[in-house]
């Protein structure tokens, strides 16, 4: 788990296709790897990856093909600057929100203007992902903890203050950049509540045979 508060700036240095995945080493910058072993949780740009190397200033770490399909990992390039945030402890400052690292969807930024001495960005999701995105929810884009300002459909507004672009990616954000969403954990856990006895059919799921089809899947 995480929080979205991010702690580091660091850089891809290489991206290696290891058995059909990736394999990438992350200079981490001055995040303090003191404290991290072999195994621990590191998120990059929201994506929750494991070390499997720590050669000391940075880590290795495998990127299945699930990840890249899911995330806008696949655009990452040796030198692309990402976010970094190490795995929540039991004596964390909950500063954001609860973050899980698993990514829901890709959105893109749309819009970017200036609001005074912060930055207003509209960004688009995945139409499946709207329903989660709440006024005054909060919302995980690239690792960060975002509080939403506005909703228009799969639109959402955020202002993001001098010291957050300072310290993260989003300083680079312009219109058409993909970015990595997580929605809130307890939206999720929520509709899942709601269905109740019906969540143990197959259709709970929201992939039914009438989605199929609508969706080109099944032909008459």
Known sequence: ?????????????????????????????????????????????????????????????????????????????????????????????????????????????????????????????PRELAKYIALKGSITVDGTSLTVNAVNGAEFELTIVPHTLAETIMVDYRPGRLVNLEVDLLARYLERLLLGDKAAEPQASGISASFLAEHGYLKN
């Not at 058995?19 to 990438?24: H, I, K, L, N, S």
């Not at 990856?49 to 880590?59: H, K, M, R």
């Not at 299945?64 to 990452?76: C, G, I, K, P, Y």
């Open 1 to 125: 788990m995480f929080t979205g508060i991010i702690e580091a700036l660091g850089t891809v240095r290489a991206l290696s296709p290891k058995g059909g995945d990736v394999r990438v080493y992350v200079e981490t910058g001055k995040l303090d790897l003191s404290d991290v072993k072999l195994g621990d949780s590191i998120a990059v740009n929201g994506v929750c990856l494991t070390a499997v190397e720590l050669p000391g200033d940075g880590f290795w770490a495998d990127v299945s093909r699930e990840t890249l399909a899911r995330s806008a990992f696949v655009d990452l390039r040796a030198g692309s600057k990402v976010n970094l945030e190490k795995a929540l402890t039991p004596s964390s400052r909950l500063g954001g929100h609860l973050v899980s690292g698993h990514v829901d969807g890709v959105g893109e930024v749309i819009t970017r203007a200036d609001n005074a001495r912060a930055v207003q960005f509209t960004l688009r999701a």
